[in-house]
Structures are given as structure tokens and as C-alpha cells.
Nanobody, 115 residues
Framework: VQLVESGGDLVQSGGSLRLSCAGS????????MNWYRQRDGKEREWVAA????????NYVDFVKGRFTISRDNYASLLYLEMNDLKPDDTAVYYC?????????WGQGTQVTVSQ
């Protein structure tokens, strides 16, 4: 099983980024997918989720209206579109695949938002 995130970058406040997560070695379409992030000195926190089949989405309050999670089950890809980025969004962003008790993580991608 492998999850590989990409798309992290340095961006100015108010800017946008799109993160991608490529899954392999498992049946991507069966897994609920999540984005988490970890800011310096903080615990990892959940950001957004999308269910396996219905594609229902859910977001933590502080990204609602700014971030959009989506998935392409045919290509085994997960996305996070991030708009109106703020310095507090600076973090390593991780994708997570979950199916019952199974849970897999990527290595993370760094997002840095400057003032």
C-alpha cells in the first residue's frame, strides 16, 4: 500500500494550491479518504473527509468555504483544493485511507503560506 502526496509549495496569503494524493496497492474506491495536517509543535489534526462510494464530504470548521476535497476513483487520486490560504494553514498535509480497521498514511507534503 502506498499513498503519495504532492502539490505542496510556498504561497502568499490569499493564494491557492491543489494537493494530490496518489494511492496504489489497494482498492482505492473502497476506502474513505481524509486529509489531515500537522502544524509545527501541534498535534496532527483532521481537515476534510470524503466517503468511498457516495462521495459525501465533511470539513473542519476552519476550512469550510475555503477547501474542497474530491476524489477520482478511476485514477486512484485524492485532491484538496485550497483557496484563500492563510499563514495558519502552514503545515505538512497528509492523506489517509481508511477501511474499517485498516488505516494508511502518506509521507506528507509541506504547505507554507507567507504573510
Amino acid at each position: 500500500v502506498q499513498l503519495v502526496e504532492s502539490g505542496g509549495d510556498l504561497v502568499q496569503s490569499g493564494g491557492s494550491l491543489r494537493l494530490s494524493c496518489a494511492g496504489s496497492g489497494f482498492t482505492f474506491s473502497r476506502y474513505d479518504m481524509n486529509w489531515y495536517r500537522q502544524r509545527d509543535g501541534k498535534e496532527r489534526e483532521w481537515v476534510a473527509a470524503i466517503t468511498a462510494t457516495s462521495g459525501r464530504t465533511n470539513y473542519v470548521d476552519f476550512v469550510k468555504g475555503r477547501f474542497t476535497i474530491s476524489r477520482d476513483n478511476y485514477a486512484s487520486l485524492l485532491y484538496l483544493e485550497m483557496n484563500d490560504l492563510k499563514p495558519d494553514d502552514t503545515a505538512v498535509y497528509y492523506c489517509n485511507a481508511r477501511y474499517y480497521s485498516e488505516s494508511y498514511w502518506g509521507q506528507g507534503t509541506q504547505v507554507t503560506v507567507s504573510q
